[in-house]
């Protein structure tokens, strides 16, 4: 399928968007990565998942974290869609006033092919270029599927991430 597409249900047309989320956790990691599939595949229906993969703390002296990335498809509109992750990590515990101890992180990484600032998110986001916890788990999701900005794929971008940022 592609990024965006039309469905034609009676007169509307409705937009579905493809989404990638980048789902970590730090406590309790496999309960609360798999919790969240759950709930997100209840919310968004079909999901696709990574491998989850092991990375220390960036930044923070933290036990490390489970990382993996999700995709699903939704005809919801972006601000909503942010509204129901962030409703979802507060669910689960998640307390920004304790940045290293982080029950359920869930970053929107690519709504569809948009590209620019929404409010304070930045699509797609910049942790895809910059994070091994991101772009591993996305380019072994979606390795043909091409970054918004660059037009690489995610399984070019991992294979020319830098050996010692892996």
């Known amino acids: 399928m592609t990024a965006l597409q039309r469905r034609t249900f009676g007169f509307t047309d409705i937009q579905v968007h493809d989404v990638y989320l980048g789902l ?3 406590l309790r990691r496999q309960w609360h ?3 969240a599939c759950i709930a997100l595949r209840t919310s968004l229906g079909p999901l696709r998942c990574s491998s989850v993969f092991e990375s220390r703390a960036v930044g923070l002296s933290a036990p490390p974290f489970f990382n993996m990335v999700v995709q699903a498809q ?3 509109s972006l601000a909503s869609l942010v509204a129901e992750l962030k409703a979802l990590e507060v669910r689960f515990g998640r ?3 304790t940045p290293e101890q982080v029950s359920l992180d869930i970053d929107l990484l690519m709504y569809g092919d948009q590209v620019g600032q929404f409010g304070d998110l930045e699509l797609p986001r910049p942790e895809i270029l910059e994070q091994a916890f991101v772009l591993k ?3 072994q999701l979606a390795p ?3 970054h918004p900005r660059n037009g ?3 399984s070019e971008l991992w294979n020319g991430f830098a050996v010692n940022a892996r």
Do not use: I, K, V, Y
Request: with cysteine; charged share 20%; glycine share 4%.
């Open 33 to 35: 990565l798999s919790q």
């Open 74 to 76: 939704t005809s919801r």
């Open 152 to 154: 690489q794929t995610f």
């Open 137 to 139: 788990p996305l380019a």
């Open 24 to 26: 970590g956790s730090n």
């Open 95 to 97: 307390c920004r006033e």
């Open 144 to 146: 043909t599927s091409r």
